[in-house]
Every structure is written in C-alpha cells, then in structure tokens.
C-alpha cells in the first residue's frame, strides 16, 4: 500500500523560499507521472505542478517561473522548490501521482504573510 508524506511547509514571509519534500512508500512511484497539489481555505484542491517519469514538467500558470519540480526515483521522494512565495500561495500542499490517486497523504501548510 502505497504512503504519501509530505514536509517541508512553514511560515514565511512574501518573496521567501521554501523547498517541498513527498517520500512515497510502496511500490509505484517510479513507473507513474507526479504531482503537486494545493488547496486554499474555501477552494478546490488543484494541481500545481506534474513531472513524468522521463523528467518532464508541466506548471500551472500562477506559479510557472516560480517554483519547480523535481523528482529522485533512487530514493522514491518527489520535491517543489518554491520561490518568490505570494500570499496567495498559502494553501495546504498534497503531492499524487495524476494519472489516478492514491490515498491522499496529511499535506504540508505553506503561510505566507508579512
């Protein structure tokens, strides 16, 4: 059974960095296409960004430029580097494959405020 845990997230104030962290256990992480997710107080979860299993990258438009996705298929973790945080970035981050879901995992909080 595959497990999502997610680190990284904290307080941080506009135009700071914050570097997100996913460890998948289980089996499956390195055969499927990875995302991250984030859903803001009173908002639908939305993916943000997704990497392929070839290292491919595709970003939503309000963070292309800003932040970035990688992945370590050696040690089955997923990472988003964020930079140039904004307000409205506040949100709870998941990551998941986005092909199909697995058991959602507790999220990380990113705050950013002055």
């Known amino acids: 059974q595959v497990q999502l845990v997610e680190s990284g997230g904290g307080l941080v104030q506009p135009g700071e960095s914050l570097r997100l962290s996913c460890t998948v256990s289980?089996?499956?992480?390195?055969?499927?296409?990875m995302g991250w997710y984030r859903q803001a107080p009173g908002k639908q979860r939305e993916l943000v960004a997704e990497i392929t299993t070839g290292g491919s990258t595709n970003y939503a438009v309000a963070v292309k430029g800003r932040f970035t996705i990688s992945r370590d298929n050696a040690k089955n973790t997923l990472y988003l580097q964020m930079n140039s945080l904004k307000p409205e970035d506040t949100a709870v981050y998941y990551c998941?494959?986005?092909?199909?879901?697995?058991?959602w995992g507790q999220g990380t909080q990113v705050t950013v405020s002055s």
């Open positions: 289980g089996s499956g992480f390195r055969i499927n296409a």
């Open positions: 998941n494959a986005v092909r199909f879901f697995w058991s």
